[in-house]
């Protein structure tokens, strides 16, 4: 609707505005990082829905209902995930500065603000603080026991607990390759072909639609921005993390595309219009074909295989890391964690001793997450107190080609 109309300001043409919805559609169903998210249990897709939903209501509803849902809706996208109040901070410091626009700025931005405090207030009055989203390099993690079917987790308050660190993909960057890195993750979040027909798509909207450009620009200004600092402060940066970028780019780019194929100079000839669609789509329709964690299907197999050969596996602990959990929660059994720092021997001595009579899980290869385990292994199958107690009882490579991982299960005996 903000595009409609748009041939009498010099912006996107009729037919042009009346198709961007639904080439927006197209490119949103087609990118890969939503086929994946979508076959995963994270929150960023919940996340993009309140996000997006917050920009729509503050920009594409009049009234003081609007400004009031757009807050509202941005404190559910701060509730999902803690960046998503970047938003609406982004979004009152942009009302407060426009001249135009479906009310008084003053009043649309105390609305918005009102409406993101009313969903986020609670939360803070409960957890005692802004976010109870931890760093990820400094936080103690307790040893715990759990019982994959009930999901219940009983910490283990012994004296010896000690702290251990989530293992993350570390980039150690220099501070003037920062921004590059974000800009790559971008560009493989959108796949190149949307962040590139945004870029157009944004200098095609009309200026009745100064709002949005604005909250667009902004939104995706700031989140960049977090972005930024999260690589700079963590050295760590997920194409994932870019995706409320892409999502609020995934418009613009449909405008551009629509334009191209029904604007005021448009591709005439059918068969080029299918020509560039194909060559459009492609890339984002090729990644989208490919079957998402493929590589996993390696943990039902193997709790198959425990079933079949050992009829009390349900009451056996398995002791895997974080990704093996599901192993337990197949087979039915108690969970034994281990938090996956191989370079602590002693704390995995500890958690076998926990898991004595069950089976040890673990993940051979190359990948960030895995580096040390082989080593790891090896030092226990010759540690002559372990090598006679840890018995191989199946062994698989990942149905991935392109994962050159190995799955190890050994019982642990008593």
Request: glycine share 10%.
């Given at each position: 609707?903000?595009?409609?109309?748009?041939?009498?300001?010099?912006?996107?043409?009729?037919?042009?505005?009346?198709?961007?919805?639904?080439?927006?559609?197209?490119?949103?169903?087609?990118?890969?990082?939503?086929?994946?998210?979508?076959a995963?249990?994270?929150?960023?897709?919940?996340?993009?829905?309140?996000?997006?939903?917050?920009i729509?209501?503050?920009?594409?509803?009049?009234?003081?209902?609007?400004?009031?849902?757009?807050?509202?809706?941005?404190?559910?996208?701060?509730?999902?995930?803690?960046?998503?109040?970047?938003?609406?901070?982004?979004?009152?410091?942009?009302?407060?500065?426009?001249?135009?626009?479906?009310?008084?700025?003053?009043?649309?931005?105390?609305?918005?603000?009102?409406?993101?405090?009313?969903?986020?207030?609670?939360?803070?009055?409960?957890?005692?603080?802004?976010?109870?989203?931890?760093?990820?390099?400094?936080?103690?993690?307790?040893?715990?026991?759990?019982?994959?079917?009930?999901?219940?987790?009983?910490?283990d308050r012994?004296?010896?607990?000690?702290?251990?660190?989530?293992?993350?993909?570390?980039?150690?960057?220099?501070?003037?390759?920062?921004?590059?890195?974000?800009?790559?993750?971008?560009?493989?979040?959108?796949?190149?072909?949307?962040?590139?027909?945004?870029?157009?798509?944004?200098?095609?909207?009309?200026?009745?639609?100064?709002?949005?450009?604005?909250?667009?620009?902004?939104?995706?200004?700031?989140?960049?921005?977090?972005?930024?600092?999260?690589?700079?402060?963590h050295?760590?940066?997920?194409?994932?993390?870019?995706?409320?970028?892409?999502?609020?780019?995934?418009?613009?780019?449909?405008?551009?595309?629509?334009?191209?194929?029904?604007?005021?100079?448009?591709?005439?000839?059918?068969?080029l219009?299918?020509?560039?669609?194909?060559?459009?789509?492609?890339?984002?329709?090729?990644?989208s074909?490919?079957?998402?964690?493929?590589?996993?299907?390696?943990?039902?197999l193997?709790?198959?295989?425990?079933?079949?050969?050992?009829?009390?596996?349900?009451?056996?602990?398995?002791?895997?890391?974080?990704?093996?959990r599901?192993?337990?929660?197949?087979?039915?059994s108690?969970?034994?964690?281990?938090?996956?720092?191989?370079e602590?021997?002693?704390?995995?001595?500890?958690?076998?001793?926990?898991?004595?009579?069950?089976?040890?899980?673990?993940?051979?290869?190359?990948?960030?997450?895995?580096?040390?385990?082989?080593?790891?292994?090896?030092?226990?199958?010759?540690?002559?107190?372990?090598?006679?107690?840890?018995?191989?009882?199946?062994?698989?490579?990942?149905?991935?080609?392109?994962?050159k991982?190995?799955?190890?299960?050994?019982?642990?005996?008593?």
């Open positions: 609707r903000l595009v409609g109309g748009a041939s009498a300001d010099g912006g996107v043409a009729p037919a042009a505005a009346r198709r961007a919805p639904l080439m927006a559609m197209l490119l949103a169903a087609l990118l890969p990082l939503h086929a994946w998210l979508g995963e249990p994270m929150s960023d897709e919940l996340h993009l829905l309140f996000y997006l939903g917050a729509a209501a503050m920009c594409g509803m009049p009234g003081s209902l609007a400004a009031l849902a757009g807050g509202a809706l941005g404190g559910l996208a701060f509730l999902t995930r803690p960046e998503g109040a970047a938003l609406t901070f982004v979004a009152w410091a942009g009302l407060l500065r426009m001249r135009g626009g479906f009310l008084p700025r003053g009043r649309a931005a105390l609305l918005v603000v009102v409406g993101f405090i009313a969903l986020a207030l609670p939360y803070w009055v409960v957890v005692g603080k802004f976010s109870a989203k931890k760093d990820p390099m400094a936080a103690e993690v307790q040893l715990a026991v759990g019982h994959a079917r009930s999901g219940v987790i009983v910490e012994s004296p010896q607990r000690e702290p251990h660190f989530a293992k993350l993909e570390r980039n150690n960057l220099d501070w003037y390759a920062i921004l590059p890195e974000v800009a790559h993750q971008l560009f493989r979040c959108g796949r190149v072909v949307v962040p590139l027909l945004a870029l157009a798509g944004l200098m095609m909207l009309p200026r009745s639609a100064a709002l949005l450009r604005s909250l667009i620009v902004a939104a995706a200004l700031g989140h960049l921005t977090l972005c930024a600092w999260l690589l700079h402060k050295d760590y940066l997920d194409q994932r993390h870019l995706l409320p970028v892409v999502g609020v780019m995934t418009p613009l780019a449909g405008v551009a595309l629509a334009q191209l194929l029904n604007g005021k100079r448009p591709v005439r000839s059918p068969a219009k299918a020509l560039l669609l194909v060559v459009l789509c492609f890339p984002l329709a090729w990644y074909l490919h079957r998402p964690h493929l590589e996993d299907r390696v943990w039902p193997a709790a198959a295989k425990l079933r079949e050969t050992d009829a009390n596996v349900r009451e056996r602990p398995i002791l895997t890391g974080s990704s093996g599901r192993l337990a929660f197949y087979t039915g108690p969970w034994v964690p281990w938090f996956e720092y191989p602590d021997y002693p704390a995995i001595v500890a958690a076998l001793e926990r898991a004595a009579g069950g089976y040890f899980a673990v993940q051979l290869g190359e990948g960030f997450e895995l580096r040390g385990n082989r080593e790891m292994l090896d030092r226990l199958m010759a540690d002559p107190a372990w090598s006679g107690r840890l018995v191989e009882v199946w062994r698989a490579e990942s149905v991935d080609a392109r994962d991982t190995e799955l190890r299960i050994l019982r642990v005996g008593g």
